[in-house]
DNA sequence: ACATTAAGTGATT
DNA sequence: AATCACTTAATGT
């Protein structure tokens, strides 16, 4: 294992000692179930080694990635659970072979009292967390953009009865909630696909 | 010709 | 898929 201080070289000299007196290690295979959303949380996990996949499960096997954690970071949802004394609302999945210490719950608050890199850690981390599952709640709320694009052109064609469609990938950027780099690439696969003829402006459907 | 606006691209997260 | 940082191409004046 590398040590804490390569790993988290902004704790100070302290919190690392006490990290080494209060921790747990604990170690897990490559595919190893860490965390099941039956499991109640007690502990936040500080990563020294390898990923884990955090996820959502229903029970017939469909699962939402949250997000992945990786070495050198915590996980952000299992401090809004233990919180709550709640069962956890997430499963954990070791990716590789991974390696974390475990800290009790009841030195989360002592600490962030008590240390400022502790506080910023934690702090850095759920931003950095949020921001993920904010992408991935994209990708599930708006998935498949392809097909919406195609919708967006088809209905744009028949309302105006014609194949000559008037408007700015900026335009349909933002009708779709997207971002115009993303609609010109998409634009350009059909084009390339001779679904459609591009030019300034205008969006020419083929057939 | 020159400025403005639309579109294309590669790299990065 | 989004953002950034440019580049390139069309158009308007």
Same mark, same amino acid.
């Given at each position: 294992m590398e040590s804490l201080h390569e790993l988290f070289?902004?704790? =100070?000299k302290d919190l690392i000692e006490e990290i080494k007196v209060a921790g747990i290690e604990k170690s897990f295979q490559k595919g =190893?179930?860490?965390?099941?959303?039956e499991n109640y949380i007690k502990n936040i996990p500080l990563i020294t080694k390898g990923h884990i996949k955090i996820s959502r499960q229903d029970g017939v096997g469909n699962e939402i990635v949250m997000y992945y954690i990786k070495k050198g970071e915590t996980c952000a949802s299992t401090i809004q659970c233990c919180e709550n004394r709640k069962k956890s609302n997430i499963s954990a999945e070791a990716e590789d072979e991974v390696e974390l210490i475990l800290i009790p719950l009841e030195y989360l608050e002592k600490w962030m009292m008590k240390y400022d890199s502790w506080k910023d850690f934690l702090l850095i981390n759920y931003r950095e967390k949020f921001g993920q599952m904010i992408q991935t709640l994209d990708k599930v709320a708006f998935g498949n953009l392809q097909k919406r694009l195609e919708d967006y052109l088809q209905e744009k064609s028949s309302v105006n009865k014609n194949k000559e469609i008037t408007v700015t990938h900026q335009q349909i950027a933002y009708d779709l909630n997207s971002t115009r780099e993303v609609i010109s690439r998409y634009l350009k696969k059909m084009e390339l696909r001779k679904k459609i003829k591009l030019s300034r402006g205008k969006i020419k459907l083929a057939g």
């Open positions: 070289p902004y704790f =100070e =190893e179930i860490i965390l099941t959303q």
